[in-house]
Protein backbone atom coordinates (compact mmCIF):
# COMPACT_ATOMS: atom_id res chain seq x y z
CA UNK A 1 0.00 0.00 0.00
CA UNK A 2 1.37 3.27 -1.04
CA UNK A 3 -0.32 6.53 1.16
CA UNK A 4 0.40 10.09 1.07
CA UNK A 5 -0.33 11.97 3.80
CA UNK A 6 -1.22 16.01 3.00
CA UNK A 7 -1.54 18.69 4.54
CA UNK A 8 -1.21 22.33 3.68
CA UNK A 9 2.32 23.44 5.10
CA UNK A 10 3.82 19.88 5.32
CA UNK A 11 5.50 20.50 8.70
CA UNK A 12 3.93 18.86 11.16
CA UNK A 13 0.77 16.47 11.17
CA UNK A 14 1.92 15.31 7.87
CA UNK A 15 5.31 14.63 8.68
CA UNK A 16 4.19 13.08 12.19
CA UNK A 17 2.08 10.57 10.13
CA UNK A 18 4.60 10.15 7.18
CA UNK A 19 7.60 9.01 10.04
CA UNK A 20 5.06 7.16 12.32
CA UNK A 21 4.20 4.86 9.47
CA UNK A 22 6.98 4.46 8.55
CA UNK A 23 8.14 3.44 11.97
CA UNK A 24 5.78 1.01 12.39
CA UNK A 25 4.34 -0.60 8.80
CA UNK A 26 7.25 -0.24 6.47
CA UNK A 27 6.69 -3.65 5.81
CA UNK A 28 3.36 -3.59 4.34
CA UNK A 29 3.22 0.51 2.98
CA UNK A 30 5.32 3.05 2.29
CA UNK A 31 4.33 6.39 3.32
CA UNK A 32 5.02 9.90 1.88
CA UNK A 33 3.64 13.45 3.03
CA UNK A 34 3.45 16.75 1.28
CA UNK A 35 1.63 19.91 1.12
CA UNK A 36 0.15 22.34 -1.11
CA UNK A 37 1.96 25.24 0.36
CA UNK A 38 4.76 23.33 1.83
CA UNK A 39 6.40 25.37 4.82
CA UNK A 40 9.90 24.60 3.28
CA UNK A 41 10.86 23.09 6.86
CA UNK A 42 10.18 20.60 9.12
CA UNK A 43 8.66 21.80 12.58
CA UNK A 44 11.27 21.41 15.24
CA UNK A 45 9.28 20.34 17.27
CA UNK A 46 7.73 17.61 15.18
CA UNK A 47 11.56 16.36 15.44
CA UNK A 48 11.85 16.70 18.83
CA UNK A 49 8.88 14.45 19.73
CA UNK A 50 9.76 11.78 17.04
CA UNK A 51 13.29 11.73 18.45
CA UNK A 52 11.61 11.20 22.20
CA UNK A 53 9.58 8.64 20.90
CA UNK A 54 12.35 6.27 19.17
CA UNK A 55 11.33 7.59 15.73
CA UNK A 56 13.47 8.00 12.87
CA UNK A 57 13.41 11.36 11.57
CA UNK A 58 16.34 11.08 8.40
CA UNK A 59 14.90 11.98 5.10
CA UNK A 60 11.73 14.02 6.31
CA UNK A 61 11.56 16.93 4.75
CA UNK A 62 8.71 19.44 4.16
CA UNK A 63 8.03 19.40 0.35
CA UNK A 64 5.32 20.23 -2.44
CA UNK A 65 2.77 17.36 -3.63
CA UNK A 66 4.35 18.42 -6.94
CA UNK A 67 7.48 16.67 -6.16
CA UNK A 68 5.76 13.33 -6.00
CA UNK A 69 2.98 13.07 -9.22
CA UNK A 70 5.23 9.96 -9.83
CA UNK A 71 4.71 8.66 -6.53
CA UNK A 72 1.04 7.16 -7.47
CA UNK A 73 -0.38 6.68 -4.03
CA UNK A 74 -3.04 4.04 -3.40
CA UNK A 75 -4.47 6.45 -0.34
CA UNK A 76 -4.12 9.83 0.36
CA UNK A 77 -4.91 11.20 3.88
CA UNK A 78 -5.70 14.56 4.53
CA UNK A 79 -4.90 15.67 7.96
CA UNK A 80 -5.85 19.36 8.44
CA UNK A 81 -8.38 19.71 11.42
CA UNK A 82 -11.33 21.27 9.64
CA UNK A 83 -13.29 21.52 12.97
CA UNK A 84 -11.00 24.26 13.97
CA UNK A 85 -11.54 25.73 10.78
CA UNK A 86 -8.59 24.92 8.50
CA UNK A 87 -9.40 24.06 4.74
CA UNK A 88 -8.01 20.94 3.57
CA UNK A 89 -6.13 20.68 0.43
CA UNK A 90 -7.82 18.74 -2.10
CA UNK A 91 -6.40 15.64 -4.40
CA UNK A 92 -7.46 15.40 -7.58
CA UNK A 93 -5.66 12.14 -8.38
CA UNK A 94 -7.37 8.62 -8.62
CA UNK A 95 -6.28 7.53 -5.06
CA UNK A 96 -8.47 6.11 -2.32
CA UNK A 97 -8.95 9.50 0.04
CA UNK A 98 -9.68 9.42 4.09
CA UNK A 99 -9.54 12.47 6.24
CA UNK A 100 -8.29 12.13 9.62
CA UNK A 101 -8.91 15.50 11.58
CA UNK A 102 -5.43 16.53 13.41
CA UNK A 103 -5.12 18.85 15.83
CA UNK A 104 -2.17 20.76 14.98
CA UNK A 105 -0.33 20.68 18.37
CA UNK A 106 2.14 23.22 16.43
CA UNK A 107 0.13 25.83 17.07
CA UNK A 108 -0.55 25.50 20.54
CA UNK A 109 0.70 27.78 23.28
CA UNK A 110 1.62 27.11 26.70
CA UNK A 111 4.53 25.30 28.71
CA UNK A 112 7.21 23.35 26.80
CA UNK A 113 5.86 20.15 29.34
CA UNK A 114 1.98 21.12 27.66
CA UNK A 115 3.00 21.41 24.36
CA UNK A 116 5.57 18.36 24.38
CA UNK A 117 2.07 16.60 25.74
CA UNK A 118 0.29 17.56 22.79
CA UNK A 119 2.50 16.57 20.23
CA UNK A 120 3.20 13.05 21.91
CA UNK A 121 -0.86 12.91 22.24
CA UNK A 122 -0.67 13.34 18.54
CA UNK A 123 1.95 10.28 18.15
CA UNK A 124 -0.74 8.25 20.05
CA UNK A 125 -3.39 9.22 17.88
CA UNK A 126 -1.66 8.85 14.57
CA UNK A 127 -0.07 5.07 15.72
CA UNK A 128 -3.10 4.15 16.54
CA UNK A 129 -5.05 4.87 13.44
CA UNK A 130 -1.56 3.67 11.16
CA UNK A 131 -2.13 0.46 13.23
CA UNK A 132 -5.57 -0.04 11.97
CA UNK A 133 -4.29 0.68 8.28
CA UNK A 134 -1.74 -2.11 8.82
CA UNK A 135 -4.53 -4.33 8.94
CA UNK A 136 -6.04 -3.19 6.16
CA UNK A 137 -3.43 -3.23 3.79
CA UNK A 138 -2.91 -6.83 4.35
CA UNK A 139 -6.38 -7.05 2.84
CA UNK A 140 -6.76 -7.63 -1.12
CA UNK A 141 -7.02 -4.17 -2.50
CA UNK A 142 -10.39 -4.55 -3.50
CA UNK A 143 -11.58 -4.60 -0.18
CA UNK A 144 -9.89 -1.48 1.26
CA UNK A 145 -12.73 0.82 0.53
CA UNK A 146 -15.10 -1.05 2.59
CA UNK A 147 -12.25 -1.72 5.41
CA UNK A 148 -11.82 2.28 5.70
CA UNK A 149 -15.07 2.90 5.82
CA UNK A 150 -15.69 0.13 8.70
CA UNK A 151 -13.39 2.17 10.59
CA UNK A 152 -15.35 5.87 10.36
CA UNK A 153 -13.01 7.55 7.75
CA UNK A 154 -14.57 7.97 4.62
Request: hydrophobic share 40%.
Amino acid sequence: MKILYICTHNRCRSILSEAITRHLASDLIEARSAGSQPAGEVHPTSLKALRAAGIDTSGLQSQSWNELESFAPDLVVTVCDSAAGESCPLWFGKALKVHWGLEDPSKLTGTEEEIDAAFRASIAVISERVAALKTIATLDKSEWTAALADLGAK
